[in-house]
């Protein structure tokens, strides 16, 4: 399994990140990538609460399998192409001072054999990649500033 975790403090407090984190639909309005996301499921919160999101081409399913309120959300996604078993992202939230810290950890499982860890290697650097632009476009929306 590889294993990809990014981290940045961004300077809202924890409360306020968590909201964005658990409008769990709304995630097209910060994260740059993403063209469109909805609900698929009619629970708004919580494990078993599942988004479509649409990038580009591609279509994922993410359904929650973690909620801590205000501290963890974690979903697995599903919609990748077969040579990956799975894919997870967690959330992690926590307070540096007037701030928060904001920890996203994607794990990559896709399979236990050489050729596999390979390729779960090369798509957890692209999800890390990801991962940096979600962080950045979430600092840049609670913040008010441009993502880069």
């Not at 975790?5 to 990140?17: M, S, W, Y």
């Not at 494990?47 to 974690?74: D, F, N, P, Y």
């Not at 697995?76 to 997870?88: A, F, Y």
């Amino acid at each position: 399994m590889a294993t990809v975790e990014r981290t940045a403090v961004i300077d809202a407090p924890a409360d306020q990140v968590w909201a964005v984190l658990a409008d769990f639909e709304s995630i097209s309005a910060w994260a740059g990538f993403v063209d469109h996301s909805c609900l698929m499921s009619e629970q708004t919160a919580g494990v078993g609460m599942a988004r479509r999101i649409q990038m580009g081409r591609t279509t994922v399913i993410e359904t929650v399998t973690a909620w801590e309120s205000g501290a963890l959300i974690s979903y697995v996604i599903t919609g990748l192409p077969p040579v990956i078993r799975s894919v997870t992202n967690t959330w992690r939230l926590g307070v540096s001072g007037d701030s928060t810290m904001v920890s996203l950890t994607t794990e990559v499982d896709a399979g236990p054999r050489a050729p596999q860890q390979v390729a779960g290697r090369v798509v957890g650097r692209k999800l890390g990649e990801s991962s940096d632009q979600m962080l950045s476009g979430l600092d840049a929306h609670l913040t008010g500033e441009r993502a880069s």
